[in-house]
């Protein structure tokens, strides 16, 4: 029996998705190491943003002890070019696991890509920038139009954490098939808010309330600006787009619908906003009795009209028995409309946010790089 292939594991970002990783890569490693055709999965670096653990031997790290080992690291850190450099002279392959939200970081994607590492990450940074960078990474990558040396690049839980859109998404132009609408709620936190606040067959608290409740609750960023703006959701709608062959040169060049009260926008911290924030409820309170009155629900959604070229984010009506109105929780949900398959679309529901699922996302990818490399 041949000795099993060597594959090393990188892993940058250590946060809530980056520990869920680690704890699903042990099992990975423990599965792959005992498969007909073995592979083994080395862990040769654990980095967060003041310190890092590399094993500059290329000895597999033990997963389980690996962060406390980081934790208990003194010396200065080593700036990252030289940690990718020696990354590069690794005596194999090598997948660099991107679990940050870098924008530095993404934008060295191409000659990362080109050294011969393959990337898998849950960063939107990098597939939503400017269209120039997207092109770039598709042009260096072995899977996109690059060379069979360089690297692969996957970044399925971008979108929808551990749901499959991208991969559906590309098998269905892969396979012919011609997409003519996406349309969905892309957000568990804007998912969570909005199915309290007007939740079908009426009742919901005041919409300042909710915001402070799913902040409470975890589901916002730590500013809830940062979700109320509807930035997050562009950048994942600029992802699918651009997968469907719509050149969106940015997540800020259509149209989106921030909540955020334009008085507001100025506030100093996220707790000053969540203070102010009641003085405006009036004006959702308004938009909740005027969809109440059509027999309807208001939810946040994105979509994408294929044939028009023309993606746009915000607040839309829903009868109450369309599936984006029986969202549940912080639920998402992304209907494909195809040729295929006509009036009924191709629908994905499920959890859309929390790092075990993000993370199993980023570990499907990292066993679709391992494939592509035995």
């Not at 392959?93 to 990362?112: F, G, K």
Request: net charge neutral; hydrophobic share 40%; charged share 20%.
């Amino acid at each position: 029996m041949s000795a099993p292939k060597q594959i090393f594991v990188a892993v940058v970002g250590v946060g809530g998705v980056g520990k869920a990783f680690l704890n699903q890569l042990d099992h990975i490693r423990q599965r792959l190491s005992s498969a007909p055709v073995p592979v083994a999965l080395s862990l040769v670096l654990v980095r967060r943003s003041t310190k890092q653990l590399f094993s500059r031997d290329f000895a597999p790290l033990d997963i389980p002890s690996a962060l406390s080992k980081l934790d208990a690291v003194s010396e200065p850190q080593q700036p990252f070019p030289d940690t990718l450099a020696a990354l590069a002279r690794a005596p194999g392959r090598v997948i660099l696991v991107d679990n940050t939200s870098d924008q530095a970081l993404a934008e060295t994607y191409p000659s990362i890509l080109s050294a011969g590492l393959s990337i898998v990450t849950p960063n939107k940074k990098a597939f939503s920038h400017s269209h120039a960078l997207w092109q770039a990474i598709q042009q260096a990558a072995a899977n996109g139009t690059g060379p069979a040396t360089a690297g692969h690049v996957y970044h399925e839980s971008t979108v929808g954490a551990g749901l499959p859109v991208l991969s559906t998404l590309k098998e269905l132009v892969d396979t012919g098939d011609r997409v003519t609408k996406i349309e969905g709620v892309f957000s568990g936190t804007m998912s969570f808010l909005f199915n309290s606040f007007m939740p079908v067959g009426g009742g919901g608290g005041s919409f300042a309330a909710e915001v402070t409740k799913a902040k409470n609750l975890g589901y916002t960023e730590p500013d809830p600006r940062d979700d109320l703006n509807g930035l997050d959701v562009a950048r994942k709608l600029t992802i699918l787009a651009r997968l469907a062959g719509l050149p969106v040169e940015s997540p800020t060049s259509f149209p989106v619908q921030s909540l955020i009260p334009s008085e507001l926008e100025s506030c100093s911290s996220g707790d000053e906003f969540l203070t102010r924030l009641p003085e405006f409820d009036s004006r959702m309170e308004e938009l909740k009795e005027s969809a109440a009155k059509e027999g309807k629900v208001v939810r946040f959604v994105g979509s994408i009209d294929v044939g028009a070229k023309a993606v746009k984010v915000g607040l839309e009506k829903f009868d109450a028995s369309h599936p984006i109105a029986a969202l549940k929780g912080s639920d998402n949900i992304i209907n494909f409309y195809t040729e295929r398959y006509g009036g009924n679309p191709l629908i994905i529901q499920g959890a859309g946010a929390g790092a075990d699922v993000t993370a199993m996302g980023v570990s499907g990818d990292l066993l679709k790089v391992v494939r592509a490399l035995q």
